[in-house]
């Protein structure tokens, strides 16, 4: 098993380009979430799905968008980036929500500038 | 809300233990959990407890569980240089069934 793959690992954007930060996993987990990681703020929730159709709000949602077509992939779109958006993005996967045996993606570094 | 608090820094040396310490605010958290971040990583779940257990033990790591206190500690038995890392503290959010972490510890050793 791959686990949890993410595209790409490093990003450059100008503000306001889009682009869509990709996730995969072949574990046939049900739950997958994207967070954000930043200096001394720790991992905050963006979006998380319980399952293909279904998507809802984290913490931190605004300026971000999320789709589950299909349960194995969880793409992130970054509507109009922002400098406030340069962050580390982790995708994560678990096999039901409430599950806290979750599996982490490598990350993608994107800086807005 | 539910909050997750943990110092930023803890620094030791080669061959000592290492104390890491996690406070918490939702009782009613069923699991507690300890996710370790190596540089440049994604994170991996380390350990977890059940919340009516006090205390366990893998290895070099022992999770220490004090429910009146919401105090949660990682334990880390003769630490190596390889244990150098950022350790996150997480409970589980049992209404939206996700985690909630805290800032993570970094854990630095020196030789």
């Known amino acids: 098993n791959a686990g949890v793959t993410q595209t790409p690992k490093f990003q450059v954007l100008k503000t306001g380009q889009s682009m869509t930060l990709q996730c995969a996993q072949d574990m046939n987990h049900e739950y997958m979430s994207w967070y954000r990681q930043d200096p001394g703020m720790g991992l905050r929730l963006i979006h998380y799905?319980?399952?293909?159709?279904?998507?809802d709000q984290g913490e931190v949602p605004n300026g971000y968008n999320v789709s589950r077509s299909t349960t194995e992939d969880f793409p992130l779109r970054l509507l109009s980036a922002a400098p406030s958006q340069t962050s580390v993005y982790f995708c994560a996967s678990s096999y039901a929500s409430g599950s806290g045996e979750q599996y982490f993606g490598p990350g993608t570094r994107l800086t807005v500038t | 809300g539910e909050d997750v608090e943990q110092s930023l820094f803890l620094s030791v040396r080669e061959g000592d233990s290492s104390v890491i310490n996690c406070t918490y605010t939702?009782?009613?958290?069923?699991?507690l959990y300890w996710y370790k971040q190596e540089p440049g990583a994604g994170l991996q779940l380390l350990t977890y407890i059940f919340s009516n257990m006090d205390m366990k033990q893998d290895q070099r790591l022992t999770v220490l569980l004090n429910k009146k206190d919401k105090h949660l500690s990682l334990r880390i038995a003769d630490t190596q240089t390889g244990d150098s890392a950022i350790y996150f503290c997480a409970e589980m959010n049992e209404s939206q069934g996700n985690l909630i972490f805290g800032k993570g510890t970094k854990l630095s050793v020196k030789p």
């Open positions: 939702d009782s009613s958290s069923t699991y």
């Open positions: 799905s319980v399952g293909a159709g279904i998507t």
